[in-house]
């Protein structure tokens, strides 16, 4: 019976080893599958991060070009305000005063 029992023993510890491994094996597994779900969501990342860098370079440059525009508009503005006063200031001297002539 020695033998029965110590054939038990081996084969309980056998069994141990072998879920033992199963574990680990079920570890390593779920390890790759988690990294490859995370290199996935950083290359997922780092794309959404360049297409925000691209659209933020695109809003910068219209930016620019609308404030330039902005300050062309400013300008022709003041000088259309200048000539206009100049227009109206010959206007003035050209017609006489009201009551000038009573």
């Known amino acids: ?3 029965a029992d110590a054939l038990q023993q081996a084969l309980a510890r056998f ?8 574990r ?3 570890q ?11 290199k996935e969501q950083v290359r997922s990342l780092t794309d959404e991060r360049n297409r925000l860098a691209s659209e933020r ?15 062309r508009l400013e300008d022709a503005n003041s000088e259309v305000s200048g000539r206009l006063e100049g227009v109206m200031g010959t206007l ?3 017609v006489p005063a009201k009551g000038a002539g009573y």
Request: net charge negative.
């Open 24 to 26: 680990f094996l079920g």
């Open 15 to 22: 069994g141990a080893s072998l879920d033992s491994l199963e």
């Open 1 to 3: 019976m020695a033998q």
């Open 28 to 38: 390593l597994f779920e390890d790759r599958d988690s990294t490859a779900k995370l």
């Open 92 to 94: 003035r001297d050209m």
């Open 57 to 71: 370079d695109r809003l910068a440059a219209e930016l620019d070009h609308e404030r330039s525009r902005a300050r």
